[in-house]
């Protein structure tokens, strides 16, 4: 989803810690870049008067990254 | 005597092209690069409003603007927060972090909008309009305009321009038309003008005023600066996007327009990093050249750098002007927010324009929630299917004002879906995991504060899945307690 914010995640990284006390399976690597990339992204917006297209990218990448194509088809099942 | 600081950066000409620093474009900056001669930084894109200790304040992104700071070029700052119409104080002081940023980038000037974006609610609570719009062009607006101009150059101590705005709605009998209010201003504040090309563009394309006219109208010999961008259509409007190239006709404009313009210093091209992928860097690069190449065909001309020069008008203790522009324009503000936060007519009679602000406030909106709160609206698009998440989102922003902050936005959506949990949970049992730890790093960053959380699976797992557009389905239960916390 880098695509959707092509901007290097700022270094906010450093201001949140992540741990877990006990011994588990579990990535903290992995787990510390979703943190930034969260983190990166909680300012104000730039200077436009156009459309923000953030939520259609995630809907299109979620919805099938491959086909764009909705799988409503999981509307209503149990997904997690 | 020694310099002062930045003196070396004061260019002795006219600075020339350039463009708006995101650190994605930090690669057309680097030593060695001639593609860009001054930068342009919207400084509360760095910012973020934080509440540690209970007080909202603003904090920087200090390791951005080191960055920005560090690259040897001139820079402007160019306001994106604290438009020049606004008939309400921002709420939370930010003219210390404004300081700071004219200190650390010693701009040549710095700029804003002739727009606005708060007002004063029902209660007398201050709240975001949600976006840039357009003031009611009449006499009151350049009043308060000018005030504002007054007061904003008096706290930075720099020469100040503002920004000829797009504006999406119809010409009204009672306004001045587009050209005349710029000059208004202009004569009203004493202040040069960032010439948004793109705007006027875009205004003449919508139906108002055509650029010629604008053109005619202001006084070229104030024109500090030129804004260029592209845009993209919608509903029957063209948007400025800052998404695209600059229109052909457009950059035919632009060079039969720079040898009318003897006081412009910069050439700023306007492109937001999230359509960079679809330009591509060495789109950005075609176009600076491009940009280069009109400048260096101007005639020659002598420029002057503007000084700021304290005005009697603008010296402190001065009221800038009158109270009572700004009690007469707030009531006209808030009719047309009021306006794009009800249902609309769709009566013949209905300006088109509204329900194009109408749906990019609500684009900006959602927008704000999936960059902040990625994994839980992933999860609801799996769990709920397209329009069902929409109508849920479209309920939200029905229910609640914007927030210009994407974190506070995502705070309060948050706490909204949580009260949602018992009718969603049954359909995602996972959500209130992954809703509780994003909720958790945005409190953490807001306010300081830490938060337990505990999992029944493995969180990288889960979240790299979400991250994936998959849907979490075969995750081995499991328990883990996290801990996020201030680092």
Known sequence: MSEL????????????????????????????????????????GGCHSGRILDYVALDEFVVNPVTLEPHEVLAGRQVG | ?????????????????????????????????????????????FWELVAHGGQPHYRANEALFEQVAA?????????????FCNAAEDPVDPWPLWRQAVERLNPLWVSEHLSFNRTTGPQGRVESAGFLLPPPQTCVAVRQAARNIRLFRQRLQRPVAFETGV????????????????????????????????????????????VEAVLEALPLHRVRELHLAGGMQERGFWLDAHSAAVPQPLMELTERLLPRLP??????FE???????????????RQ??????????????????????????????QDFGDEEAALALAPQLRRLVDALSAPLSSSAGADPGLRVLQGLIADFRRGALARTLRHTLSLLLLGLGRQET??????????????????????????????????????????????????????VTRHGTASTLQWSVDPSALLGLLAAGQAPAGLAPQSVTMVLEAG
């Open chain 2, 288 to 317: 600076l050249e491009q940009l280069q190449a009109l400048w260096g065909r101007r005639p020659p001309m002598r420029w002057t750098l503007p000084v700021f020069r304290p005005q009697a008008a603008d010296a402190p203790g």
């Open chain 2, 271 to 285: 492109l937001l990093p999230e359509h960079l992928p679809a330009v591509g860097l060495d789109g950005v690069q």
């Open chain 2, 390 to 443: 929409s109508a849920l989102l479209d309920e939200y922003i029905h229910a609640f004002a914007p927030e210009p902050f994407a974190a506070i936005e995502a705070e309060q959506f948050c706490q909204w879906l949580q009260g949602l949990l018992p009718r969603l949970r049954g359909r995602m049992p996972l959500l209130a995991e992954v809703l509780a730890f994003e909720q958790a790093l945005v409190r």
């Open chain 2, 263 to 268: 006081a412009l210093g910069a050439l700023i």
């Open chain 2, 71 to 83: 690259v040897q070029l001139p820079k402007l700052l160019h306001g994106v927060g604290h438009p």
């Open chain 2, 167 to 210: 504006h999406y709605l119809r010409p009204q009998a009672d306004e001045m038309g587009d050209g005349e209010f710029f000059v208004a201003v202009s004569k009203a504040a004493d202040a040069d003008l960032l010439l948004d090309l793109h705007n006027l563009w875009c205004n003449e394309r919508n139906g108002r005023c055509s």
């Open chain 1, 5 to 44: 914010n092509p901007q290097p995640l700022p270094p906010f990284a450093d201001r949140v810690r992540v741990h877990v006390p006990q011994a588990a399976l579990y990535d903290l690597a992995k787990m510390n870049k979703i943190t930034a990339n969260v983190l990166g992204r909680l300012g104000c």
């Open chain 2, 1 to 45: 005597m020694p310099s002062p600081p930045g003196a070396r950066l004061l260019p002795p000409e006219a600075p020339g092209v350039g463009l708006v620093w995101w650190p994605a474009l930090a690669p057309l900056v680097a030593p060695g690069t001639d593609l860009v001669s001054v930068l342009e930084v919207e400084p509360q894109a």
